[in-house]
């Protein structure tokens, strides 16, 4: 076996994996504040740009991640505006927002379509990153693939541990009952929507500043929708978004290696198949009975004050 | 007992007095929901908060309890001025509500739904130490880790009750605590009510029960249309004059007369089953049930809820049909293997316990909903299969009228309608359908007093008008009142029918116990 093919596999795969990461946070912390988010992928490809046009503009990383942040946010806040104030139909708020950022990305970034960014450095964490095979495949990376993992670290504790978190929860499972218990529903609900679309707007924001340096109309993808999937796949935790994410990555990655090795899988299956892992997850989790699987109770519903 | 005893002197040193309400008015447009309002509440008191739907008691307890603001009067808490703004400073200063609807989250557990109710609180092992003290001194039990998914309505209560004890409160004010409790549940949360009183903390008691606050209460406030009407003391009153005090006129009393089928033997409907499983595996089993019932004559079933009830209904009524068509008779002719649609051409109707969700679809209108059970009447159905709106609309009008539903139109939702009068309104729709057999479980479940009266005189009218009526509740008074026979279900198995006149509340309680009864 090559141990240098195998490490620069997992390099790849947690590249791969990255933006999946950060966008299933995003779409987590607004669904257990019983926010549904159909968004995602606006979300991020505006993102995306707003990252590589700083990036292009020749600012530092931090301000790229910053601006990918905010773009995201701006972008969450219409969303926020509409379904809380206005009392708009998520699903299809969340539809249009898709729609939505994915022509206003292509719109404004029309400019921007064959340039490149310059090449993130990788922080190369000192002796881990010295370990043979391990070192290069695990610690040799940049910034943003440690971020998300700390991400992931920080809404686990939030949600577990704080009690913002546990008032999070409480608002995404009921939200008649937290509004009688004096707790500011619409409040917690923007600011779970604007910290998700900033989260989803720095996964887009990789794309454009790591993985392909590049600007390309509707270069998301459908990694929002997968995103979505993967909260549900990962029953609306933290380090299970992780493991899901780097799942999905894996097989996208290992099908390209395996076509380059000759493989005659056709790639079409292996492309569904994060989708059919994610229907079987979904067919065990609704078989099980279990209410700590189970969506947050109120995901998806409006809430009024009247009454 | 020497810590209660120092809370109680700690509590009493105070002030007699623990809540003052003076001339408290609130008005909704040109709509008194409260008017001048004068109320006070001694430190150890529980005090009753009686009237009917609407005579402005929940707008009341929201104006102490800082949900509303009032348009006029002052409130004196402990001697001091009181204006709370929000349920916050009513909190702070010592008020706590336990709500009819219990603010609780199923996915959480139990210590993170106390903590949740408490300031600044974290579900940590210090807040569970000082839970596991509370409940210890009031000998209220629950496992902290508990999800509230998986606990009853009796422990979902408790969890807001020790929420609320948390925060150390003078005043505590039930909504309708026991609509949803057991008899045992009932006296258990009777017993630490008693307990908070002893330590001299006030509660103030909302309830339609008048039994209830006449064993728990030491004085009763009655309201009538936004205004306070009298203040008694519960304990020198019956039931009946509680409840006419409270409703302004006199209850004619409801006494059955016996009819035609005392004189005939004839049988319209009878049952003789044995063993029926029931789908759901919660549901009891019925063992060996035999009743019958003669036309103009009213059966009760009486027992304590849980014990078959449900799958006898379903039997009844055809909700649960049975494979041998001659265990249920209607009027000579098998019917045990129709479903409910076929035995209600055959003239077999029922209303069911559950008014909204089971009798009732809450989102649609009432004419809407008179479709689900009356479609075969009056051409509501056109060719089997086209509604016409206008005769199910008429219908619903005529329903209305007769049974004197209270409602703006019959365009309203069912579930905007008060549980009167969508009982009404739900019984109604069934009686213009001329039913010959009636089967009806706990019909004045949660009612006020004077729409529990309407309905069984509706019933009344109907077996007088010759038809069979099956009763099966929980209400001892009311069976002793409205049948001519009563039975008793226990772990699913029916006694022996007694005649009313020859039954006792006595005897009723040994058979709900499964007590053998020789005659």
């Keep these: 076996m090559d141990y240098g093919l195998l490490s620069s596999?997992?390099?790849?795969?947690?590249?791969?994996?990255?933006?999946?990461?950060?966008?299933?946070l995003g779409a987590l912390i607004q669904e257990r504040a019983g926010v549904l988010n159909l968004g995602?992928?606006?979300?991020?490809?505006?993102?995306?740009?707003?990252?590589?046009?700083?990036?292009?503009?020749?600012?530092?990383?931090?301000?790229?991640?910053?601006?990918?942040a905010l773009a995201g946010a701006m972008l969450a806040s219409v969303f926020a505006l509409l379904v809380l104030k206005l009392y708009a139909n998520p699903v299809a708020t969340g539809l249009a927002l898709t729609l939505f950022g994915l022509g206003l990305a292509a719109l404004a970034g029309s400019q921007y379509v064959g340039q490149a960014a310059p090449q993130v450095a990788a922080w190369n964490l000192p002796f881990l990153s010295q370990i043979p095979v391990v070192g290069p495949a695990l610690f040799s990376h940049d910034p943003l693939v440690y971020l998300s993992i700390f991400t992931a670290f920080v809404i686990w504790w939030f949600l577990t541990k704080s009690r913002s978190g546990l008032i999070l929860r409480a608002v995404g499972e009921n939200h008649t009952s937290a509004h009688a218990l004096g707790f500011s529903v619409r409040g917690v609900r923007f600011l779970a929507i604007i910290c998700g679309g900033a989260l989803a707007g720095i996964g887009g924001s990789?794309?454009?500043?790591?993985?392909?340096?590049?600007?390309?109309?509707?270069?998301?993808?459908?990694?929002?929708?997968?995103?979505?999937?993967?909260?549900?796949?990962?029953?609306?935790?933290?380090?299970?978004?992780?493991?899901?994410?780097?799942?999905?990555?894996?097989?996208?990655?290992?099908?390209?290696?395996?076509?380059?090795?000759?493989?005659?899988?056709?790639?079409?299956w292996l492309s569904m198949l994060p989708y059919i892992v994610t229907i079987g997850?979904?067919?065990?989790?609704?078989?099980?009975?279990?209410?700590?699987?189970?969506?947050?109770?109120?995901?998806?519903?409006?809430?009024?004050?009247?009454k | 007992m020497t810590e209660s005893v120092a809370i109680a002197e700690r509590l009493s040193a105070s002030s007699k007095q623990c809540l003052g309400v003076r001339g408290l008015s609130k008005f909704f447009g040109d709509f008194a929901a409260n008017r001048d309002v004068t109320l006070s509440i001694d430190a150890g008191e529980i005090h009753a908060l009686l009237g009917e739907n609407g005579a402005g008691k929940s707008t009341l307890v929201k104006m102490i309890y800082g949900i509303l603001k009032p348009d006029a009067g002052s409130m004196e808490l402990l001697a001091s001025a009181y204006s709370p703004n929000n349920p916050g400073d009513a909190k702070s200063a010592g008020v706590g509500m336990v709500f009819q609807h219990f603010a609780v989250f199923d996915a959480l557990t139990v210590l993170e739904n106390i903590a949740l109710g408490l300031e600044g609180r974290f579900p940590d092992k210090a807040l569970a130490t000082e839970i596991l003290e509370v409940c210890e001194r009031y000998r209220l039990h629950v496992e902290l880790d508990q999800r509230i998914h998986d606990l009853g309505a009796g422990e979902r209560q408790r969890v807001e009750i020790i929420r609320v004890l948390m925060q150390d409160p003078r005043l505590l004010i039930l909504d309708e605590p026991t609509s949803v409790l057991t008899p045992q549940e009932t006296e258990q949360l009777f017993t630490t009510l008693d307990r908070l009183s002893d330590e001299g903390r006030s509660i103030i008691y909302i309830s339609h029960k008048l039994d209830e606050v006449r064993v728990l209460c030491d004085r009763a406030t009655l309201m009538r249309a936004g205004q306070v009407v009298d203040v008694v003391d519960p304990r020198q009153e019956s039931t009946r004059s509680l409840g006419e005090k409270m409703i302004g006129e006199r209850l004619s009393e409801t006494k059955r007369t016996q009819t035609i089928d005392a004189q005939t033997n004839a049988v319209r409907f009878s049952v003789r089953v044995g063993d029926v499983y029931p789908e759901s595996t919660r549901n009891v089993v019925l063992t060996d049930v035999y009743l019958s019932v003669a036309p103009g004559s009213i059966l009760g079933i009486s027992g304590v809820s849980g014990n078959g009830q449900d799958t006898l209904f379903d039997v009844l009524t055809g909700e649960l049909t049975l494979p041998t068509p001659d265990s249920i008779i209607l009027n000579d002719a098998p019917v045990a293997h129709l479903d409910v649609e076929q035995r209600r051409h055959k003239g077999l109707l029922g209303a069911p316990e559950n008014r909204l969700d089971h009798a009732a679809i809450p989102e649609l209108t009432l004419w809407e909903n008179v479709i689900l059970t009356a479609r075969h009447t009056r051409g509501i159905l056109k060719n089997n299969h086209l509604i016409s709106g206008k005769s199910a609309k008429a219908f619903a009008e005529e329903v209305v009228t007769t049974f004197d539903v209270r409602t703006p139109s019959v365009n309203a939702k069912a579930s905007s309608l008060s549980g009167g009068n969508l009982q009404k309104f739900l019984i109604g729709r069934e009686l213009l359908g001329n039913p010959k057999v009636f089967i009806v479980s706990n019909p004045t479940w949660g009612v006020d007093a004077k729409a529990q009266l309407f309905i069984h005189q509706m019933l009344l009218k109907l077996a007088d008008q010759g038809a069979s009526i099956i009763l099966i509740s929980q209400d001892i008074d009311e069976l002793l009142s409205v049948t001519d026979r009563i039975c008793v279900i226990c772990h699913g198995r029916l006694s022996r029918t007694f005649s009313t006149e020859e039954m006792t509340p006595e005897l009723l309680g040994a058979l709900m116990l499964g007590q053998e009864i020789d005659s």
């Design chain 1, 206 to 268: 990789y794309l454009t500043l790591v993985q392909t340096p590049l600007f390309v109309e509707g270069m998301t993808a459908g990694r929002g929708w997968i995103a979505l999937a993967l909260v549900v796949f990962a029953s609306w935790r933290p380090f299970r978004v992780i493991a899901g994410a780097y799942l999905f990555g894996s097989v996208s990655i290992i099908q390209l290696h395996g076509q380059a090795l000759g493989v005659s899988i056709a790639s079409q």
């Design chain 1, 281 to 306: 997850a979904l067919v065990i989790i609704a078989g099980r009975n279990d209410l700590t699987q189970k969506p947050p109770g109120a995901l998806g519903s409006i809430f009024r004050e009247s």
């Design chain 1, 40 to 68: 995602i992928e606006g979300l991020m490809i505006v993102g995306a740009l707003a990252g590589f046009a700083t990036a292009v503009a020749g600012s530092p990383l931090l301000v790229s991640i910053f601006a990918a």
């Design chain 1, 9 to 24: 596999i997992i390099h790849s795969i947690l590249v791969a994996s990255t933006p999946l990461v950060f966008a299933g």
